[in-house]
């Protein structure tokens, strides 16, 4: 079995369902890769900062030396972080997620916030002594993108995307780019539907992909009688209506969409049913609107270290 494609701008497909490595240790990343391989994933969503990057890599070489998979089949995202911003950097820094990650060349490479950070060593979270916020560095995101761009000329990349920005900042970026963005990557779920941005992409043939598309442990906002995203009665009934899990209700949802997912797990089993019962039902429309009026403006991911920076692309409300 095969997930759908989303048919990208640039002519090349890109699995709609794909495993997230955020927070996957690296001592058990390497064992839920090879899993996911064995399942049928096809789609793995990498980064410098998760540490981990390497540990993948070693999965992805040892299944295709076993012949299971092939480089072709593969669609292998990466992302800069915020201390490679200075456009002489970023070339590099693609480098070391190829090196690590075993590969030739990366799918798709994603500027993964639009701040910049103090760069000059290994110190991926550098921070300012007298406040412990992070230690920014004046460098226009703009400038990064034009340096990413080479990256697609020069072959490391067969696309370039971004994550975590705003609308002005897609418009902003739109207006100059020569490559514009193949794919932006954001958190995307019930609370947080971020509907306007996703129709900014949409017309401009921007693919979307969704993070934290299952919520989080804990809630991301104050409010009485919240639930964990999971455990919400509307999701938990909807999910008996159709006989799936909570999880597989809030893929399918994203999906039905249009929505490329990727979520997180190491257990062979979650993975498992993710891959395999998503496609085979379709959620009414009265039970997608149910879920739409979930929408509370309800973000996990605030990036709280990095607020007073120019380009922190969340409303400045988040910050008091």
Aim: net charge negative; proline share 6%; charged share 20%.
């Amino acid at each position: 079995m095969t997930t759908p494609n989303f048919l990208l701008s640039n002519g090349k497909n890109m699995p709609m369902l794909g495993l997230g490595t955020w927070r996957s240790p690296p001592e058990v990343v390497t064992q839920a890769v090879k899993d996911a391989i064995d399942i049928g994933y096809r789609h793995f969503d990498c980064a410098h900062v998760y540490g981990n990057e390497a540990q993948v890599g070693a999965a992805l070489r040892e299944k295709m030396d076993e012949r299971v998979v092939t480089r072709d089949e593969l669609f292998i995202t990466s992302k800069l972080w915020n201390t490679h911003h200075k456009p002489e950097l970023v070339r590099s820094a693609c480098e070391t997620s190829m090196r690590n990650l075993g590969v030739k060349y990366l799918n798709l490479y994603l500027m993964h916030w639009p701040m910049a950070y103090k760069s000059g060593n290994d110190n991926l979270y550098p921070t300012c002594p007298d406040t412990n916020k992070a230690a920014f560095e004046d460098i226009d995101y703009v400038d990064t993108w034009r340096a990413m761009e080479d990256l697609v000329d020069e072959g490391l990349c067969q696309a370039i995307g971004v994550s975590n920005f705003n609308e002005q900042q897609m418009n902003r970026l739109l207006s100059v780019a020569k490559l514009k963005p193949v794919v932006l990557q954001i958190e995307c779920h019930p609370y947080l539907s971020q509907k306007p941005l996703i129709t900014l992409c949409y017309d401009n043939a921007i693919a979307v992909t969704a993070y934290s598309c299952l919520g989080s442990g804990h809630t991301p906002y104050e409010k009485p009688g919240a639930y964990p995203l999971l455990q919400h009665p509307t999701i938990l009934a909807i999910a008996e209506k159709y006989e799936r899990t909570p999880a597989q209700v809030l893929l399918r949802y994203q999906t039905q969409s249009g929505i490329i997912v990727i979520p997180r797990s190491v257990s062979k089993q979650h993975m498992l049913d993710n891959f395999k019962r998503i496609w085979d039902f379709e959620l009414a429309i009265d039970d997608i609107q149910a879920i739409h009026d979930l929408d509370c403006n309800g973000r996990f991911m605030t990036m709280k270290a990095a607020y007073g920076h120019p380009h922190h692309p969340f409303e400045p409300v988040q910050a008091k």
